[in-house]
């Protein structure tokens, strides 16, 4: 129910499109949309009302012979329910439309923060409803119905062009729905009113205004929706305001750096208990088992000002195994810069029992903020070291693929971008082997595809522990150019190890019937066993898109006695 009402919402969000990519024609104006909402469920009647508000920025970005991308930001965005701020800075987030050049129509949307499903829906609403890109292809002087989609459904709408040259837009009605849930089937939305009028320059739109009346109804009758709605926005003639994020982002949006999930969704303030020995007495005495995830999370982030003082009670060894381990997990997971710190010293502390140490890794690679430059430089100081012992040397390659990890976690925000680019330019510059492999584990672990071209370079190497390595690690970023580097090398590996490494590289990737057909060859009795069954489980991955897999598998075990590779032919063809 809630969600239907959101989608509706979202819906009437009516937003803007622009006319032209031209360059010169980023533009912004004043939006304001109000949305009268009255919901009645079993005969009970409920009702509210929401404003947003704020400066819609318009710029258009990268462009191509086969499409071009055009940003929308509404900046300093505000909203009111009730007459009650609410916070929502998911509504500031840039974002940007791919139009095909040529229909006018949106390929995709591409956003500069990691956002909820139901958060990016209302900004594509903000976007989607006035998008008329696809409008230069017909000619408005005559009345042109033509079919269009939102969330709530599939519908007809009709354009004019009006003796002013101004646009009027008509939804008329709704041809299907789109059924949310099994749980709420409802029929097609009911449109009582809906008039837009813009006025347009060779730029963009420059004036809309408009009313919207709506309403959804669930088959039994039981849910009804009725919402009322309002837009305006007119530009204006002053200059861009040069603080607005949308302005100084790079032309093309997939290089946009990523907003920190703390900055769109803040959360409220922590309430810490009155002191750390409060705090660590409490978690000293509690059956830490016995909290679910979400309360211990809680209690972490409340009291995340006092973490450091457990430090001290974890080398005196103040917590049973299983309860540290526990503990341990979930301060990663509450990521606060507090909790980085603190699992950045457990970490460093060589007199710390190295299990602990190796915990400590593995908690900080749920780090989704980004870590502080003090710590990457502690860390960095620890594993450059030239004195490291066994246990610590070990300890360091563990923290190089958890840097790789974090950096994943953090795709596309410029903290990642400069680990991975501190990650490429150590691979560069050491001869130790053993950190060759650590770090292109890592890079691997990160995903970044910037760096596929330095790892390639390893598939030459002389070393085939290394060679596997970076097969391994270029399998984790499948890509057309990835995949070129290894089919490459596939073609004259000799070593068994690197085979199975190349060939399990391949099959992440989706490979033409051709590609499956090569890989197919290194599945045959002539070859190790161990690579037998990469090839198998490499053709296997390659079944949803080539349904002729099993029947090539199937011959495969009617001679077969190595009970390894049967195994995988009956998984590959049998499934589980």
Known sequence: MNRVTSLLLCTLTLPFGS???????????????????????????SQNRLSVSGQLVFRPLKQSDKYYWLG????????????????????????????????????AYHFAAKLKP??????????????IEHLKKYDLQSPKIIEESDNLGRYKIQYQRLADNSIQKHKLQYTMTTQGTQLFAFKKPEIKQDSFIFTTSTCWVEKLNGYNNTRV?????????????SIKFATKALPISADIPLMTLPMDPLKWPLLSESSVYPKPLPVPLGSAEIFTNLLRNKDLRALSSAELLQLLYDNQIYLSSLHALIKQQAFEDKQLSR???????????????????????????KNQRFRSLMALKYAKQPLSPTLIEQLYNHIDSDELTNTDTKLARTALMVMGIIAKNQAGSEFANQLTESLADRLVTTRDIHKQASLLNALGNSADSTHQEGISKFLDNGNATLRATAAQ?????????????????????????????????????????????????????????????AAINAVAKQGSSHKDVVEKLKPLLKQERDQLVLRALMQAIHGN
């Open 473 to 533: 690690a270029l399998g984790k970023m499948p890509n057309a150019i990835s995949l070129g580097y290894i089919e490459k090398s596939l073609k004259v590996e000799t070593d068994n190890k690197a085979k199975q490494a190349l060939l399990s590289a391949m099959g992440n990737n989706p490979l033409s019937e051709s590609q499956v057909d090569e890989v197919l060859k290194f599945a045959q009795r002539k070859q190790g066993n161990e690579v037998r069954v």
């Open 217 to 229: 109804e669930s088959d039994k009758g039981d849910i009804r929706i009725d919402v009322v709605q």
């Open 72 to 107: 929308l930001q509404l900046s300093s965005a505000k909203l009111k329910l009730d007459n009650t701020d609410i916070q929502a800075r998911y509504y500031s987030v840039p974002f940007a439309m791919k139009i095909a050049a040529q229909s006018g129509d949106i390929l």
């Open 118 to 131: 139901e958060d990016e829906q209302k900004l594509i609403a903000i976007y989607q409803q006035f998008h």
């Open 19 to 45: 006319v032209s990519a031209s360059q010169d024609c980023a533009r912004w104006g004043d939006f304001t949309t109000l949305a009268n909402t009255k919901m009645t469920t079993l005969n009970t009647p």
């Open 327 to 353: 503990l341990l997990l979930m301060i990663g997971k509450s990521d606060s810069v507090y909790a980085q710190q603190l699992l950045g010293a457990l970490y460093l502390d060589t007199e710390l029992d």
